[in-house]
């Protein structure tokens, strides 16, 4: 936003800087208007970019909608699985929060992004689903991971993670819905 739309690359910020604050705008921009509302002209704009750039570079809004989902997403589910294992608690079910932690500051600090990620993935169509779904699919699998290796007597059943994840996504789409 705070370049001219001929400035194309990203001269202050190195390539993952600028990439990561394009999937952020993009994500912003399509949180804020909604996917179905959102063109590559908006996206184009928020990006920083020419809108003849950003077609050559993302080919559509799918394409555009798809990268920024992929880049964020995947940061935040490092973020999140490093809160959890950076917890000095002696069960999986003690260091969940922490993860937990990370997810819900996120959706404060970043509402717009948090329903892209989670509300408006749906109307992006079956390929963004579907990518939602697999980052969910992982998300899950890494903590049941960090839940058979706490070894603890009282850690919980294989299929807490999934569940507490299908709930708190449930239950922030309802909040962001609105």
Same mark, same amino acid.
């Given at each position: 936003?705070?370049?001219? !739309?001929?400035?194309?690359?990203?001269? @202050?910020?190195?390539?993952?800087?600028?990439?990561?604050?394009?999937?952020? @705008?993009?994500?912003?921009?399509?949180?804020?208007?909604?996917?179905?509302?959102? +063109?590559?002209?908006?996206?184009a704009?928020?990006?920083? %970019? !020419?809108?003849?750039?950003?077609? *050559?570079?993302?080919? +559509?809004? *799918?394409?555009?909608?798809l990268?920024?989902?992929? +880049?964020?997403?995947?940061?935040?589910?490092?973020?999140?699985?490093?809160?959890?294992?950076?917890? *000095?608690?002696?069960?999986?079910?003690?260091?969940?929060?922490?993860? %937990?932690?990370?997810l819900?500051?996120f959706? &404060?600090?970043?509402?717009?992004?948090?329903?892209?990620?989670?509300?408006?993935?749906? @109307?992006?169509?079956?390929?963004a689903?579907?990518?939602?779904?697999?980052?969910?699919?992982? %998300?899950?699998?890494?903590m049941?991971? @960090?839940?058979?290796?706490?070894?603890?007597?009282?850690?919980?059943?294989?299929?807490?993670? &999934?569940?507490?994840?299908?709930?708190?996504?449930g239950?922030?789409?309802?909040?962001?819905?609105?």
């Amino acid at each position: 936003m705070g370049r001219d !739309s001929g400035s194309d690359a990203g001269s @202050a910020a190195s390539g993952s800087e600028f990439d990561r604050a394009m999937s952020e @705008a993009i994500l912003r921009a399509v949180g804020s208007e909604g996917y179905r509302l959102t +063109s590559i002209a908006d996206l184009a704009a928020v990006a920083g %970019l !020419s809108q003849s750039t950003f077609e *050559e570079r993302f080919g +559509s809004l *799918e394409g555009a909608f798809l990268a920024a989902y992929e +880049s964020v997403a995947e940061q935040l589910r490092v973020t999140a699985l490093a809160a959890c294992r950076a917890a *000095e608690a002696d069960t999986w079910v003690q260091a969940f929060p922490q993860a %937990l932690r990370v997810l819900l500051e996120f959706v &404060g600090a970043e509402p717009e992004i948090a329903r892209s990620l989670i509300v408006e993935v749906r @109307a992006a169509g079956e390929p963004a689903v579907a990518m939602h779904e697999r980052m969910v699919e992982r %998300l899950a699998r890494a903590m049941d991971s @960090a839940r058979r290796q706490s070894g603890s007597r009282h850690s919980a059943p294989p299929s807490t993670a &999934g569940l507490m994840i299908g709930a708190i996504e449930g239950a922030l789409r309802g909040i962001l819905v609105n």
